[in-house]
């Protein structure tokens, strides 16, 4: 398996723009997580998917943004309109959940690294 | 208060020194525990898992105390190539939500 892949890994837009980040989930993962790590705030979860349900999109900072999962293998997490201050690197992660009732260590994709100027 | 607390450090270190780090948690309910560790500008990878009986990997030792809802990492014989960031990862209670402490800074030298 390729582990998780995410596109781009860079990424550079002008405020105002609508940004969207890609990821593919490792096959057979039923978890999928999105992550926010900037250095004044560590890693922050945005939002987490289950069956390509979202869960808890609790961590996710305001209306400007928003996650989507069509489907087991695909989801995005969409900036409109981005703004300087979402500047960071943006990480995907997925998970399976073992039948004697604890989840499987997540694994990461390389990130995405954003600024908007 | 967070749900994941770490000391951010950091914790500078000679080689061959043996260091501890810890974490807390603040849902009991919580059922999976781990340490990542993340190198400079590279996604988090897994140290190891933490299991209830404490475990062994090496020169790692990974303790578990439900009791006082705590995590520790014991490095010992530190090399250069320990240099990164510790995280505490939980899977938080029923909604096994995946939550990262903000990570302590190890830095060995020689």
């Known amino acids: 398996d390729a582990g998780v892949i995410q596109s781009p890994r860079h990424e550079v837009t002008e405020m105002g723009q609508e940004v969207t980040l890609r990821c593919k989930p490792i096959?057979?993962?039923?978890?999928l997580f999105w992550y926010r790590q900037t250095m004044m705030r560590g890693l922050e979860l945005l939002i987490y998917?289950?069956?390509?349900?979202?869960?808890?999109d609790s961590g996710m900072p305001e209306d400007r943004f928003s996650a989507k999962m069509p489907n087991a293998s695909f989801s995005t997490l969409k900036i409109q309109p981005s703004e300087p201050r979402d500047s960071a690197v943006y990480f995907c992660?997925?998970?399976?959940?073992?039948?004697?009732?604890?989840?499987?260590?997540?694994?990461f994709g390389q990130g995405t690294r954003l600024t908007v100027v | 208060r967070k749900e994941v607390e770490q000391d951010p450090g950091p914790f500078n270190v000679p080689e061959g020194a043996t260091v501890a780090f810890n974490c807390t948690y603040s849902?009991?309910?919580?059922?999976?525990f781990f340490w990542y560790r993340q190198d400079c500008r590279k996604e988090p990878k897994l140290l190891m898992s933490?299991?209830?009986s404490g475990n062994e990997d090496g020169r790692f030792t990974a303790q578990l105390n439900r009791a006082s809802q705590y995590i520790s990492l014991l490095i010992r014989d530190s090399k250069l190539s320990d240099s990164a960031t510790y995280l505490c990862?939980?899977?938080?209670?029923?909604?096994?939500?995946?939550?990262f402490g903000a990570g302590t800074r190890l830095a060995v030298h020689p």
């Open positions: 992660a997925s998970s399976s959940w073992r039948r004697r009732g604890a989840n499987t260590e997540a694994f």
């Open positions: 096959s057979g993962h039923d978890y």
């Open positions: 998917f289950n069956n390509n349900v979202p869960i808890d």
């Open positions: 849902n009991s309910a919580s059922q999976s």
């Open positions: 933490v299991y209830s």
């Open positions: 990862v939980v899977f938080s209670g029923g909604y096994n939500k995946l939550i």
